[in-house]
Nanobody
Framework: QVQLVESGGGLVQAGDSLRLSCATS????????MAWFRQAPGKEREVVAT?????YYKDSVKGRFTISRDSTKNTLYLQMRSLKPEDTAVYYC???????????????????WGQGTQVTVSS
């Protein structure tokens, strides 16, 4: 019943911007901890940013990426600026169906996942 659907990925050049969206349904979005993860070829999935009552950013994206949510639309966003080739990955939306000030940074912390959207940054 829970559904997370990512969109907005694509092929861009270094320095460009993209905004990823994650549309949610089936659970109470406003009460959820939301996150973006990414996985590059041959690498482990890693947290990019989380949004609860506390916001977290991976060091390598801090200052370039912004995580936000629109509760009216039940949608999570990741605004990515100054993209670099090393940002190339499949980006996944994730939801944990509680919302506190606690930081949740591990894959296993999350209850539901989207299928991912590909972001490719050329040099």
């Amino acid at each position: 019943q829970v559904q997370l659907v990512e969109s907005g990925g694509g092929l861009v050049q270094a320095g460009d911007s993209l905004r990823l969206s994650c549309a949610t349904s089936g659970r109470t979005f406003i009460s959820a901890t939301m996150a973006w993860f990414r996985q590059a070829p041959g690498k482990e999935r890693e947290v990019v940013a989380t949004n609860s009552f506390t916001t977290y950013y991976k060091d390598s994206v801090k200052g370039r990426f912004t995580i936000s949510r629109d509760s009216t639309k039940n949608t999570l966003y990741l605004q990515m600026r100054s993209l670099k080739p090393e940002d190339t990955a499949v980006y996944y939306c994730a939801a944990k169906w509680t919302r506190t000030a606690t930081l949740y940074l591990k894959e296993d912390d999350y209850d539901d996942w989207g299928q991912g959207t590909q972001v490719t940054v050329s040099s």
